[in-house]
């Protein structure tokens, strides 16, 4: 019998035929309740086997909160029943440690950056409502097809004695370590399970699986006993990695966790300072602007920043304290655009995000860009275009944080002209990488730095002193784009 405490999370994951997109309708919870209450190994592979599989089109589907709860579980023991493999089974400076950065574009399908960073942004402002509101998400919503991951930031984390390498996503904007998305978990003899399943959505993708504690090295002399990771045994949206490391504010791992949903996970920088392993959690973290397909081009610190990635010094300010970006690390901002200091956003609260490709701004905020730039909404890639003689005339950004002002040239504010066809442009157009968040200015997070801003700067997260902080680098003004 499905025990009562487990979330029934309903997934809409979309699969696409030769007339019309299908939909499936699963309980990936309720499923893993019902592997374990029968005594038999592994989940469907639902990325494989989803011909094998119950499915209903879209214009039969009831709403999801319709569904009634003998129905569903029947449904669920359906799909148990006809499918049989499991997508990612388990099988059996001061104190400070500094990793390598790989950047890769995965670039497996259509793509459309936009889309991918429109749904992490609604997904990261919904979550913190909810839980707000005492409310625990009972159904996701998963549209966006699972090859949308377009640009990823890996490290290689060992995880186990011996270690097994694992290519994990670098993300400021979760605190969830997890892995299972490709390479499978190998258990050791320092692997425990905690007994909890665990669940965590990004918007443009997700995961369920299992709760260990582990040890994890991220380099010879810089290992982590019983580091709290997750084990995916159905990870959808993450093709290219195997996992995610989340760096952001423990508190975002609070409800992720069933049945202890109550309880926050220490991340892998809580659990550094707590074994005496750097005597701060600060994390410092350095990209750099490529116009290459897959690099190594960054590095993340753990325990101090690198002195030797930054011109001048760290300027730090506050966590925002307005919901829902002080969830995350969140910053109060205002851009202004050109001489002649144009608003373009005025002061509001938002977020810095690793885990984000674009610039997000508001509704309003991209309306007015869009005016002085004259860019125009490109129906290829999903993001705004110009031509080239327009880029000539445009000029810098300027994001306004802590009372400093940090210039973003023209150059950085496109996508790199070599890779334009890599996202479905041609080389006709100069593609800008400042995008509409889907919403209105006032909401409590009204724009995300994300990975295109923070490669021209050097950025640092101090959680103990609840500070953000930024600092130019050689590659502020770089023309590589």
């Not at 991918?116 to 979550?127: F, I, V």
Request: glycine share 10%; with cysteine; hydrophobic share 40%.
């Amino acid at each position: 019998m499905i025990r009562n405490d487990i979330r029934h999370m309903l997934i809409h994951c979309q699969r696409a035929s030769s007339d019309r997109p299908f939909t499936l309708l699963c309980s990936v919870s309720s499923l893993l309740e019902v592997r374990r209450s029968l005594g038999v190994g592994d989940l469907p592979d639902m990325k494989r086997r989803c011909s094998l599989l119950t499915i209903v089109s879209p214009s039969a589907a009831k709403p999801v909160g319709d569904f009634p709860a003998m129905l569903t579980q029947l449904l669920f023991a359906t799909l148990f029943l006809a499918s049989t493999v499991l997508t990612n089974p388990i099988v059996g400076r001061g104190k400070s440690v500094t990793l390598s950065f790989a950047r890769h574009l995965n670039f497996t399908g259509t793509v459309n950056i936009l889309q991918k960073d429109q749904a992490r942004a609604h997904e990261l402002k919904t979550k913190q409502r909810n839980i707000l509101h005492d409310k625990i998400p009972t159904s996701a919503a998963f549209g966006i097809p699972a090859t949308n991951q377009a640009v990823d930031y890996v490290v290689n984390v060992g995880v186990g004695n011996p270690p097994t390498q694992y290519s994990l996503l670098v993300d400021t904007g979760s605190s969830n370590t997890w892995l299972g998305a490709g390479a499978s978990y190998v258990i050791t003899d320092t692997s425990i399970d905690t007994g909890d399943l665990v669940f965590v959505e990004y918007g443009s993708g997700l995961f369920i699986g299992e709760e260990f504690l582990d040890q994890v090295t991220l380099a010879p002399d810089f290992v982590i006993s019983n580091q709290s990771i997750g084990v995916a045994e159905l990870a959808l949206g993450f093709d290219g990695v195997d996992g995610i490391l989340g760096i952001g504010p423990q508190d975002l791992t609070v409800g992720t966790l069933s049945p202890d949903s109550d309880a926050a996970i220490p991340t892998v920088t809580d659990n550094a300072v707590t074994q005496g392993l750097i005597d701060t959690g600060l994390v410092g973290v350095s990209f750099e602007p490529t116009n290459s397909l897959s690099v190594t081009n960054g590095e993340i610190s753990f325990g101090a920043v690198d002195d030797s990635k930054y011109t001048g010094s760290i300027q730090y300010t506050p966590i925002t304290a307005t919901s829902p970006a002080s969830f995350y690390v969140g910053i109060d901002q205002s851009i202004s655009y050109g001489s002649d200091s144009i608003p373009i956003l005025n002061s509001t609260a938002g977020i810095t995000d690793t885990g984000t490709t674009l610039i997000l701004i508001a509704s309003d905020a991209i309306a007015q860009y869009q005016q002085v730039t004259g860019a125009v909404p490109d129906s290829s890639t999903g993001l705004l275009r110009i031509t080239p003689a327009q880029y000539d005339s445009l000029e810098s950004l300027f994001f306004n944080i802590g009372g400093e002002s940090y210039e973003l040239i023209p150059n950085a504010q496109i996508w790199p002209r070599i890779l334009n066809t890599a996202i479905g442009g041609t080389n006709d157009f100069v593609y800008l990488i400042v995008a509409d968040i889907g919403s209105l200015s006032g909401e409590g997070l009204d724009f995300i730095d994300g990975m295109t801003f923070l490669e021209r700067f050097y950025s640092a997260f101090d959680s103990e002193n609840n500070q953000f902080g930024l600092a130019t680098t050689t590659f502020t003004n770089a023309i590589t784009n």
